[in-house]
């Protein structure tokens, strides 16, 4: 039987459905000892005693969820974006990430980069680790230590043309049995927060036998898997060319695009990859600050949500600058708008766009929490009983007006004081950050926040 | 003769020209009593005592211009923004902006706004007030009692059409007078620091007398002029409309597209406006992530340069939903990338996008420094003897991790300790935030800086 453990009070803002904003003010949640929600009920309800009682400008928000990361790369975060995504690759992003094989170099990297994202609300994040087996266990190993959610993939990577020759794997065999190794002590580490993840870097950097060993070893072992998909026109031109077939045939054939598979990026995904990949019941990675440097078009989110494809959001650190993933909202909030009205003025304005492709606030909200724990498989996202508590409270009312979310507005008595929760909405997912961070909850247990961990 | 009054001594970086980053590692500045550069030295050769020695982590960067800001919209920060312009004005800010007429309630925003874009680095800003003339001046005093740089204009509109009838000036004449009024007014408070500035809203809002009237008292007073600009495709057709010719020549008509006008937005400007405004000597306000919103298309921006015409950047506070101009550099870039590439997967790559459109963090920073004072005719944004000392300072090291700008590469030892500035200086654009601002000094004189705001 579920003991309760934790029982919080205040306002709860969540995002069900992907056009709807659920506003429950001064409701009860309980939590259980095995991490899960037991019940959510108003105030007048629940009577039982509170442990945590947010205060008036404080509301629970439903733990971000980020499908996308590549954790050796953190130390380049927000540098380099001028690139082009091969000499990115190449000259910059190898080297660094090859640098994991002294673990040392890597624990300081995860010691660095797990509580970060904590701090920013993120408490499921997908990471690709490296080509290295201990610096990979050892990432899984800091989540468990940070309490993070976490799938942790080691990168396999050995095609000689794809990869250079200091960072790769020696053969695809040798890659299959070291990812089968990987897989077996991330589990070895039985933790209900840590699984690992099948990781082909992407086809480019992958032989066949690699691809092929890879889909047989998701079979047997039940991980799921990631990998990157029609980035870009050089990734999607390289896989036609190899292949005759898109990113999305090709992975399905060697059983890589399967049931909760996260596919990174899809910028040139066709209404027919879209429609394969929903039937699969793979999900895509959407990750709209990386695309604008490397993917050359904009993810057509609103056509793939249309066909019943599972979407989330990703960061990419660091193809993308921004950790945090209540910031990568709203850029996917700002890309879907120039999608929509199109950016070349030189165009008549029916010409210029795609209709229909703007998403507000609160579907980039729902991306970033149900829309990627539908990707996953994961019962997170929703304020609702079984769901694990997975949460962080955002304050949006300081006296000092320390915090940027500028929130003066609410001061000055510009809105009602609980009233139009949609705009405040828009503001914290537009304006918060880290400092503006209080609690932050992973399977029901408190973990590190923003505020402590940004010193303000 | 001037009389040096501040020494300081560390690494300075500026931009030039917009191509250009300069590192200048341990040099010497001295500031003079009127509030200007005396000289620039490398430490070796200028051994003057030192009052300020900033730490080998820390760097001086020029101050930041934001030619476009919406003083009453401070509020309504990043809220709805997903409302068409001429909807998300009537319903949304012209109701906001009319309580300014009560001026406690306007100087309870003024006092928050311009400390926190001083916080953020922004030493000079060109503001919108109100149609309020106590509001508007009590902006400016504002201004001086926090030391910002600043350009203030009252708000006229007088169109019945163009204005709701709760926020209009009562006709064109009295618009006149009082816009003159004001002039003298912010003239009369005596400060180096502050000017007025001719501020029509914009076209729609604003009947043929009193754009007549604004043209006559920008001549007979001298004053800059700043106004919206070829915004999106319902201004700019509304102005075809009226006037049979775009914005550009409308404007320069009645006197209003002058030497160091500032004209917001031009997403729409054609190559013959480019080449018009350009002769005439004025400049265009580009505010990628306002644009985003409103814009329904990208500024033409490489266009705008080859062209020889002046462009700073804004951040179009509330129409962007970013006050610190670092990040509106940040957005800038992405929006350029964006043109390049173009949006839309379904078209072939070499259709998709406006090849050569893309800056990078070099040229956007140019943008918010050299290019916003070349737009104002001011003695700005470059490290020069004569030039107005108004600089701030990032602290790129931080032992405690505390900082987003997640430096950890630079203690992880990934860049050589001095090296690799370039990339430094990308990572310092994309990156820092209020808490990494430390010192900020407008005219040779210290204001407060972005860690006492902020509170960490």
């Known amino acids: 039987m579920t003991i309760v453990t934790t029982t919080i009070r205040g306002t709860l803002l969540s995002t069900p459905t992907s056009e709807v904003l659920d506003v ?20 007048e309800i629940n009577h039982a005693p509170v442990d945590i009682h947010l205060d008036r400008g404080t509301v629970l928000l439903p733990g971000l969820i980020d499908l996308h990361v590549h954790a050796p790369q953190w130390p380049q975060l927000g540098t380099g974006l001028d690139l ?26 995860w010691s660095a980069l797990v509580p970060a994202l904590l701090a920013r609300g993120t408490t499921t994040a997908v990471y690709y680790g490296s080509i290295h087996e201990p610096a990979t266990v050892a990432l899984a190993e800091a ?41 077996e002590a991330i589990r070895a580490l039985d933790s209900p927060l840590v699984q690992p993840i099948i990781t082909p870097r992407f086809i480019p950097a992958c032989t066949d036998a690699l691809l092929e060993g890879l889909g047989e070893l998701a079979t047997a072992s039940g991980a799921l898997v990631q990998t990157h998909c029609s980035e870009n026109d050089w990734e999607h031109g390289y896989v036609l060319d190899r292949f005759g077939v898109s990113d999305s045939v090709a992975l399905s054939r060697f059983g890589l695009a399967r049931d909760h598979s996260v596919l990174a ?28 440097y490397f993917g050359n078009a904009v993810f057509p989110l609103r056509r793939a949500l249309e066909r019943g494809l599972r979407v989330g959001l990703g960061s990419d650190i660091a193809g993308g600058a921004e950790p945090g993933m209540l910031a990568v909202c709203a850029h996917s909030v700002n890309v879907s708008r120039m999608l929509d009205d199109g950016v070349d003025q030189r165009l008549g304005s029916e010409r210029r766009g795609v209709a229909d492709s703007a998403i507000d606030a609160t579907t980039a909200f729902w991306l970033a929490t149900v829309g990627g724990a539908e990707v996953l498989g994961l019962e997170a996202g929703r304020f609702e009983p079984g769901q694990w508590f997975d949460a962080f409270t955002v304050t949006t009312i300081d006296e000092t007006d320390r915090h940027n979310l500028d929130l003066v507005g609410t001061r000055l008595g510009i809105w009602p004081d609980l009233d139009d929760w949609p705009r405040r909405f828009e503001k914290i997912v537009r304006r918060a950050t880290p400092a503006d961070i209080g609690h932050v909850w992973v399977g029901g247990q408190a973990v590190s926040g923003g505020r402590a961990l940004s010193g303000g």
Do not use: K
């Not at 080691?154 to 794809?162: E, F, I, K, T």
């Open 84 to 109: 082009p995504l091969d000499e990115w690759l190449f000259r910059y992003t190898f080297p660094l990430e090859a640098r994991c094989a002294d673990l040392g170099f890597a624990n300081s990297i």
């Open 143 to 183: 989540c468990v230590r940070h309490r993070q959610r976490a799938y942790v993939g080691r990168v396999a990577m050995d095609h000689p043309q794809g990869t250079p020759a200091f960072y790769r794997d020696p053969s695809a065999s040798e890659a299959v049995a070291a990812s089968a190794r990987s897989i």
């Open 265 to 292: 990026h899809g910028c040139l995904l066709s209404d027919d990859d879209l429609t394969l990949l929903s039937r699969l019941g793979a999900g895509v990675a959407h990750c709209p600050l990386s695309n604008v």
């Open 24 to 43: 429950r003010e001064d409701h009860v949640v309980t939590v259980g000892d095995d991490g899960r929600i037991v019940s959510v009920e108003p105030a």
